[in-house]
T-cell receptor, first 110, second 114 residues
Framework: AQRVTQPEKLLSVFKGAPVELKCNYS??????LFWYVQYSRQRLQLLLR??SRESIKGFTADLNKGETSFHLKKPFAQEEDSAMYYC????????????FGKGTKLSVIP | DTGVSQDPRHKITKRGQNVTFRCDPI?????LYWYRQTLGQGPEFLTY????????KSRLLSDRFSAERPKGSFSTLEIQRTEQGDSAMYLC????????????FGPGTRLTVT
């Protein structure tokens, strides 16, 4: 069975400091990995996915199959980045369900 | 608003009662998903439809839960004989096969069972 682990429930950083939100997964095949974000009083929305290899709002994430990780990074945190971040995995192989981690609350201190 | 909509947004019910939630996906999306989220947890998959066919069901979906998507458009999720452990946020999402399966989420229905 697949599993997604986000070890930090809460991460506080100062504005302008680098951010790294950790995500580790367990799955024996070749999964598809996503980061979803939920801003206060808003719905869950896709931030980025590993197959796109793009930067969204200054965030990037690289899939490391050796370490089974998909950490989310941003070089300089902004106050508007404060939100709940969820890492999610889709196993592929005809399955479309997402397996989510428990989420990390990012708080950017002005 | 052309996003995923859910109704009601909040539901308070007494233990043992039945409840039904509705989800209206984005109009051109043929895939629809239900998730449940409890406090401090990420969303947990419940079930998935492609058009009107229910193709995946989680073992979390006990026999008290039933979901339908009769015409391949809106979907309903019914919980029979509710229990306090059913209290959660119920999320609906939709996607389109041609969009790399990006799932667009609704605002959720918060269920409280007293």
């Amino acid at each position: 069975a697949q599993r997604v682990t986000q070890p930090e429930k809460l991460l506080s950083v100062f504005k302008g400091a680098p951010v790294e939100l950790k995500c580790n997964y367990s799955y024996s095949g070749s999964p598809e990995l996503f980061w979803y974000v939920q801003y206060s009083r808003q719905r869950l929305q896709l931030l980025l996915r590993h197959i796109s290899r793009e930067s969204i709002k200054g965030f990037t994430a690289d899939l490391n199959k050796g370490e089974t990780s998909f950490h989310l990074k941003k070089p300089f945190a902004q106050e508007e980045d404060s939100a709940m971040y969820y890492c999610a995995l889709r196993s592929g192989a005809g399955s479309y369900q997402l397996t989510f981690g428990k989420g990390t609350k990012l708080s950017v201190i002005p | 608003d052309t996003g995923v909509s859910q109704d009601p947004r909040h539901k308070i019910t007494k233990r043992g009662q039945n409840v039904t939630f509705r989800c209206d996906p984005i109009s051109e999306h043929n895939r629809l998903y239900w998730y449940r989220q409890t406090l401090g947890q990420g969303p947990e998959f419940l079930t998935y439809f492609q058009n009107e066919a229910q193709l995946e069901k989680s073992r979390l979906l006990s026999d008290r839960f039933s979901a339908e998507r009769p015409k391949g458009s809106f979907s309903t999720l019914e919980i029979q004989r509710t229990e306090q452990g059913d209290s959660a946020m119920y999320l609906c999402a939709s996607s389109w096969t041609g969009d790399r399966n990006e799932q667009y989420f609704g605002p959720g229905t918060r269920l409280t069972v007293t």
